[in-house]
């Protein structure tokens, strides 16, 4: 009983700074806006394209427009972070080990801050658009 007790207690002091407060918040904003940033990205890529496939060509003519490089940078980042912080819920949550726990949301944010890098340099690798499409 001492467990629970314990760690009843030490839940409510962590829920109970600013930086616990922002992320609660961070994921019901990121969560709405994802949902609407989603349903548009396939409304556009699946249902407004006049041929029936999405070939390299079209990606990189998308991609050089630069309103679709931060609208896709946009739900990139944010739905990295938004399924980050979730997992940091579930590894506090589940891994009890102090040393495991600090070494499992290391290397998870380590491989997210690498997955935002590497979408970041491939959403601006492609050249903009001199028209202004």
Known sequence: MAIKTR???EARQQAS????LIW???MRVSGVLLVFLVLGHIYRNNIVISN???DYDYVAT???QPLVK???LVMLVLALLHGTNGLRYVIDD???HDGWRNFIKFALYFVVAVLIATGTMLLFS???DKVGG
Not at 17 to 20: Q, S, V
């Open 7 to 9: 760690n009843f207690n």
């Open 17 to 20: 700074t600013n930086i616990e």
């Open 24 to 26: 609660w918040v961070f």
């Open 52 to 54: 029936t496939s999405i």
């Open 62 to 64: 998308r991609f050089s």
């Open 70 to 72: 931060v609208y896709d």
């Open 94 to 96: 589940y891994v009890h």
């Open 126 to 128: 492609f050249p903009f």
